[in-house]
């Protein structure tokens, strides 16, 4: 008997690592398929490894499943959160792989999961692009897919289709392991209506041209704001576009790369910024932090006329939760009073465009590109080009800033608008509409991108209709997913009760 049972358990535990394992690895392929690394295939065949491992198992082994497999991509395609907050690293990788595990366990055990699973990937980027504290759509598996040909299904319904797309592809590869033809051809038939709709959907159209710089002033990486000299980014910045090639009709400075102590408007900082833009004869837009009060700041991008005159600003809605305000600071600030802001940053209430002679921009700074909103709120409102100021200096590693890249080339497709985006120490770049990086800086390198964009007009589908109707396909699939599967159960359970 102790023989049999310590056979048993060795079976179990040789078993349940087995599981372990396998439910890491799969995630492991989606983080491999993410920025920096990019290699898209990885992300279909992870998706493929989880279809397999939560095959005809029971909730709980499909809960562990998930999770397993949210550890696997979210913990390493994180892991530039460590030198934050290990703490929040830690409790931000537990609770979104956790949702993942509630994917595993709301997934229907037959072949119904090849209709459940895209629909519960969708309702989870859904839900961790928006929760807790506005979300965190990092290293998502948009950005792996950004390179794929159904990339441009962004256009239609946004990211989430694009989500329900790469998992609907992978399921094919399931559903074809297991020769189940009619499965294939269904999930081809619908993956395939997308791609063609998308090739035909409206993109917007040009009205004009335009010549735009990017100013990057460069200097090191992993550099946080307590422990850098506003003054000398400023002069980096002022050095830099020296490189400026005139004429031009605007030049574009990174997110906060002008930090002062007390209000914007009257300082010295801004008399240096109009004589720069009087001496280039273009419009500039500057990234600017300013005090507002002991307790609160404003980030924004100023707008200078090529006469010296500053015109407009516009401030930065979407805000980085414990970066550029403490939710909850009576109860967080005394258990982490070492690394979070002192002061909160004001919320902007405006339409993300500003007026320029240029035209009517859109601007979605740093943070903000993440957000298919932010870039929909810039283009409902009239943005011809988008401009992301952003400020990556402060980050360890290169996993953000590659992330931003890819984010920036999805919200390209989205808006069918050019983006140029600008950062102090890197990434800056130029994306095309069709989300092709034409021009990329390096990491800390001083330089000057500069080409000629256009600018456009027009909506597309997914800048129309926002999230919901995805968000609604995606529930009505599910539901239609678990009907299926009741209905196949429920003879069996007749007969059983029969008998």
Not at 6 to 21: D, P, Y
Not at 262 to 285: C, H, M, P, V, W
Not at 334 to 339: E, K, T
Not at 468 to 490: D, N
Request: glycine letters at 10%; charged letters at 15%; aromatic letters at 10%.
């Amino acid at each position: 008997m102790r023989s049999g049972a310590g056979t048993r358990l060795s079976g179990w535990v040789r078993a349940s690592g087995w599981r372990v394992a396998a439910s890491l690895g799969s995630g492991g392929l989606v983080w491999l398929s993410v920025p920096p690394w990019g290699w898209w295939p990885l992300a279909l065949l992870g998706l493929l490894a989880l279809e397999r491992l939560l095959a005809n198992q029971t909730a709980k082994t499909r809960f562990w499943q998930g999770l397993g497999f949210g550890v696997g991509w979210l913990f390493p395609a994180t892991f530039w959160m460590v030198d934050f907050s290990p703490l929040g690293y830690f409790a931000a990788g537990i609770v979104f792989s956790g949702l993942y595990g509630l994917v595993g366990a709301a997934c229907p055990p037959d072949n119904s999961r090849y209709m459940a699973l895209p629909a519960l990937f969708v309702l989870a980027a859904a839900i961790r692009w928006r929760w807790p504290f506005g979300g965190v759509p990092l290293a998502t598996l948009p950005m792996s897919q950004v390179d794929t040909p159904w990339v441009s299904t962004v256009r239609l319904l946004g990211p989430l289709l694009l989500v329900g797309v790469c998992v609907a592809i992978a399921m094919m590869g399931a559903a074809a392991l297991e020769r189940r033809w009619q499965a294939v051809l269904v999930l081809g038939v619908v993956v395939g209506a997308f791609m063609g709709w998308a090739a035909l959907a409206p993109r917007g159209s040009v009205t004009d041209k335009v010549d735009v710089a990017i100013v990057q002033g460069g200097g090191p990486q992993r550099t946080r704001a307590v422990d850098s000299n506003p003054a000398l980014v400023l002069q980096r910045h002022m050095e830099a576009s020296r490189l400026v090639q005139t004429p031009v009709d605007l030049v574009l400075w990174p997110e906060d790369v002008v930090d002062i102590e007390g209000r914007f408007y009257n300082s010295t900082q801004q008399q240096q910024l109009a004589a720069l833009a009087k001496e280039l004869d273009a419009t500039l837009i500057a990234g600017v932090v300013e005090d507002v009060s002991d307790t609160q700041g404003a980030n924004f991008a100023g707008v200078f006329l090529p006469d010296g005159t500053y015109s407009a600003r516009y401030d930065k809605v979407r805000l980085v939760p414990f970066g550029e305000y403490v939710p909850l600071r009576w109860l967080i600030e005394p258990l982490a009073p070492d690394y979070l802001p002192k002061r909160d940053m004001r919320k902007g209430q405006t339409p993300a465009v500003v007026d320029t002679p240029v035209g009517q921009l859109g601007v979605a700074i740093s943070w903000e590109i993440f957000f298919e909103d932010r870039a929909r709120d810039a283009i409902g409102n009239g943005g011809s080009l988008l401009l992301n100021p952003t400020n990556g200096s402060s980050y360890w590693l290169t996993i953000v800033q590659t992330q931003q890249i890819a984010s920036s080339r999805l919200r390209a497709i989205e808006t069918g608008r050019w983006v140029a985006q600008a950062a102090p120490t890197g990434f800056s770049a130029f994306v095309n509409p069709d989300g092709e990086v034409l021009m990329r800086t390096a990491v800390s390198e001083q330089k000057v991108i500069q080409t000629t964009v256009e600018l456009r007009e027009g909506q597309t589908l997914a800048t129309r209709v926002g999230p919901w109707p995805m968000i609604a396909l995606a529930l009505a699939a599910l539901l239609a997913a678990w009907l299926i599967a009741w209905l196949r159960a429920w003879p069996k359970s007749v007969k059983k009760s029969v008998e």
